[in-house]
């Protein structure tokens, strides 16, 4: 009875072995400093160069347009940021999503206290923002829209095209945080003619505490991290040498093979899927055909997700409750809240997020188990009647 199920990829996933072996010359042996030019600086500069070119061709951009950064977060803010303070002469109305990160929104409100002003685009109840929500947002001193590629929440993928045809053609500057779907979902930041993108590598096995932003060339962006002049001083601070190699070789594993480990994880997902909809009483949260292939987010009526997630912990299942980020916070999620689900279905939604590490062994221990203690926890429930238990 020593099962584990690690579901929660979306929070964060396990460093590979490969990335891992990448990585560990550059702590003890290639440890120098890459703007050294004795050859241990070398060797550390290649690393951190080569590194450049993996992330720049996994994104279908040119080395010069990545900047390394200390994750998804700083990515955002530098982005949001920057953008904000660089056409402030221009404008001040920024417009993003109810739905995003809070490294997104944080940020926003952030702003709004220095005098900019935000709208909050709303999705439909599938998670999606319509091209005609946000045309309809735009004003005359709009500089900047910030819509997240998917949710990592409910899984939905934006129209990001869409989105990138109406900002270009009033000339306004397009951010993604694409931190959920890039490593997951084919993405050619060139060709979809997105101005700033931010990723993170612990979110495509990569390490934690390092990202990158993608600054299309000719964008320039004042820089959030003021010091030397790395990342042709565009972020200052000595390179994080082992994490930059590691995103690089993890972003090159997963675009390497990514259509058919989509498929496999989808169909895994989708398994997954109809044995917990199986379930009297529950329901799918976010879009079905516009969804992250990991990412599942179910509402179970009469039960209280945080109290099932310490249940699931118990027999060796890692999920999370809604937003991980709120988890052990009263409030519902935003993101369920901003498609419209009731409080108590908000509270009910439990986030399962597989990944190319998960099998069909794992899915079927996860419906078996939440099957079992969902039954059980509804049935000391004196909420839960004999009306909600005849289906
Ligand atoms: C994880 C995540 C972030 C934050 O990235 P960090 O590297 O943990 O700072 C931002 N946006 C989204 C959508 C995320 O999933």
Known sequence: ???????????????????????????????????????????AREGVDKARRQTADALGAKPEEIVFTSGGSESDNQAIRGAAAKCAAKGRHLITTAIEHHAVLHTMRA???E??????????PDGTVLPETLEAAIRPDTTLVSIMYANNEIGTIQPIPAFVQIC?????????????AVGHVPIDAEQEGIDLLSLSAHKFHGPKGVGALYIRKGVR????????????GRRAGTENTPGIVGLGEAL???????????????????RLCDGLLAIPHTRLNGSRA??????????????????????????????????????????????????GLPEEAAHAALRLTLDDVNTDEDVDYIIETITRLVQHLRSLSPAWGPAQTTH
């Open 221 to 232: 962006l004042p820089s959030l991290i003021e010091g030397g002049t790395q990342e042709r």
């Open 252 to 270: 090159f594993r997963a675009a390497a093979g990514m259509e058919e480990r989509m498929e496999r994880v989808a169909r895994l997902r989708d």
């Open 1 to 43: 009875m020593s099962k584990f199920v690690y579901a929660d990829n979306a929070a964060t996933t396990a460093v590979s072995q490969d990335v891992l072996h990448a990585m560990l010359p550059y702590f003890a042996e290639r440890y120098g400093n890459p703007s050294s030019i004795y050859s241990v600086g070398r060797s």
């Open 111 to 113: 702003l709004e206290k």
């Open 290 to 339: 516009h969804r992250l292939a990991g990412n599942l987010n179910i509402s179970i009526d009469g039960i209280q997700a945080e109290g099932l997630l310490l249940l699931l912990d118990q027999n060796g299942i890692c999920a999370s409750a809604g937003s991980a980020c709120a988890t052990g916070a009263v409030q519902p999620s935003h993101v369920l809240t901003a498609i």
């Open 168 to 180: 270009r053609a009033r000339g306004i500057l397009f951010h993604t945080d694409a931190v959920q």
């Open 115 to 124: 005098g900019f002003t935000i709208t909050y685009l709303r999705p439909e």
